[in-house]
């Protein structure tokens, strides 16, 4: 961001932040220092499976596999927890990859190696990363939400792997919602950060038959994504993204709220389509 207009540049903005429960803090209190209002909202939470009883038999056959391909923070979480309640652990044989820094940073603190890092933290920036290092015949465990895109199994399995890929957890809807689908409706915002297609698709259904209310309330305001991911549910619900955070560190998505006033190209509260830009990346973080 220019220095010229770091200092105060959110003054006078109420920013909705749509996160993970117990998650954002460190994005909060950079907003915070450029001038905004925040509003942290606990859009989504994480549970255990409905069906535990697959990640419970990946965990026992652990060293069986030749590599352990991890897609969030909450993954690696759920994983290590998992493990410790099987009284197991990673396996010194097995190489561990990570879909991005947050992810890695999240192994690292449970005493897990990562050996991949994706550059682009998304499921084809980490497929991209491991072609060439994944072999034919190898075995790989793809630790990943409920509900999830096949992308990272399918590339995969086309380069030869033998892929499982198990639900470790499931996302379901927090009271933060219910909060911030109010806030839109009442125009009491000047802008939203998305976290992830959850936290929308929770907002968006938060208040029942509103959805289309709460639409139009987003249609008013700045919208920004984490990463490309992200976007695309947005441009799905027919709310596009105006801005796309280069990385889902705090940094680059407190500087995509940003460029919401002091890039001319968009007026807050008045623009319902957003300008024509390119995203200033293309990554994503929690599910």
Same mark, same amino acid.
């Given at each position: 961001? =220019?220095?010229e207009?770091?200092h105060?540049?959110?003054?006078?903005?109420? &920013?909705v932040?749509?996160?993970p429960?117990?998650?954002? +803090?460190?994005?909060?209190?950079?907003?915070? !220092?450029l001038?905004?209002?925040?509003?942290?909202?606990?859009? *989504?939470?994480?549970?255990?499976?409905?069906?535990?009883?697959?990640?419970?038999?990946?965990?026992?056959?652990?060293?069986?596999y030749a590599?352990?391909?991890?897609?969030?923070?909450?993954?690696a979480?759920?994983?290590?927890?998992?493990?410790?309640?099987?009284?197991? /652990? %990673?396996?010194?044989t097995?190489? &561990?990859?990570?879909?991005?820094?947050?992810?890695?940073?999240a192994?690292?603190?449970e $005493? *897990?190696d990562?050996? %991949?890092? +994706?550059?682009?933290?998304?499921?084809?920036?980490?497929?991209?990363?491991?072609v $060439?290092?994944v072999?034919?015949?190898?075995? %790989?465990?793809?630790?990943r939400?409920?509900?999830?895109?096949?992308?990272?199994?399918?590339?995969?399995? @086309?380069?030869? +792997?033998?892929?499982? @890929?198990?639900?470790?957890?499931?996302? &379901? =809807?927090?009271?933060? @919602?219910?909060?911030? !689908?109010?806030? *839109?409706l009442? $125009?009491?915002?000047?802008?939203?950060v998305?976290?992830s297609? /959850?936290?929308?698709?929770?907002?968006l259904?938060?208040?029942?038959?509103?959805?289309?209310a709460?639409l !139009?309330?987003?249609a008013?305001?700045?919208?920004?994504? *984490?990463?490309? %991911?992200?976007?695309? #549910?947005?441009?799905?619900?027919?709310?596009?993204?105006h801005?796309?955070a #280069? /990385?889902?560190?705090d940094? @680059?998505?407190?500087?995509?709220?940003a460029?919401?006033?002091?890039?001319?190209?968009?007026?807050?509260?008045?623009?319902?389509?957003?300008?024509?830009?390119s =995203?200033?990346? $293309?990554?994503?973080?929690?599910?």
């Amino acid at each position: 961001m =220019p220095d010229e207009v770091r200092h105060g540049v959110l003054a006078g903005r109420r &920013v909705v932040v749509l996160r993970p429960e117990g998650r954002g +803090a460190g994005l909060a209190e950079r907003l915070c !220092a450029l001038g905004a209002d925040v509003q942290l909202a606990a859009a *989504i939470a994480f549970e255990p499976p409905d069906d535990p009883a697959e990640a419970d038999r990946a965990v026992v056959r652990l060293r069986e596999y030749a590599w352990i391909v991890v897609t969030s923070p909450t993954g690696a979480r759920c994983l290590a927890q998992r493990a410790r309640k099987l009284a197991k /652990s %990673v396996p010194e044989t097995a190489r &561990v990859a990570a879909v991005g820094p947050g992810t890695a940073r999240a192994l690292q603190g449970e $005493g *897990i190696d990562v050996s %991949v890092v +994706a550059e682009r933290a998304d499921a084809e920036g980490l497929a991209h990363a491991l072609v $060439g290092h994944v072999c034919a015949s190898d075995r %790989v465990l793809v630790v990943r939400p409920e509900i999830a895109r096949d992308a990272l199994p399918e590339a995969l399995r @086309a380069a030869g +792997a033998r892929v499982d @890929a198990v639900a470790f957890y499931r996302t &379901v =809807p927090a009271p933060g @919602a219910r909060s911030a !689908a109010r806030e *839109i409706l009442r $125009g009491a915002c000047d802008a939203v950060v998305f976290s992830s297609p /959850s936290t929308l698709h929770a907002v968006l259904d938060a208040l029942g038959d509103a959805r289309p209310a709460v639409l !139009a309330g987003l249609a008013k305001i700045g919208r920004v994504a *984490i990463g490309t %991911v992200t976007a695309r #549910a947005l441009d799905g619900a027919g709310a596009p993204a105006h801005v796309i955070a #280069a /990385s889902p560190d705090d940094e @680059a998505v407190a500087e995509a709220v940003a460029r919401l006033w002091y890039d001319p190209g968009f007026v807050s509260g008045h623009e319902t389509t957003p300008p024509t830009r390119s =995203p200033v990346g $293309g990554t994503e973080g929690d599910r």
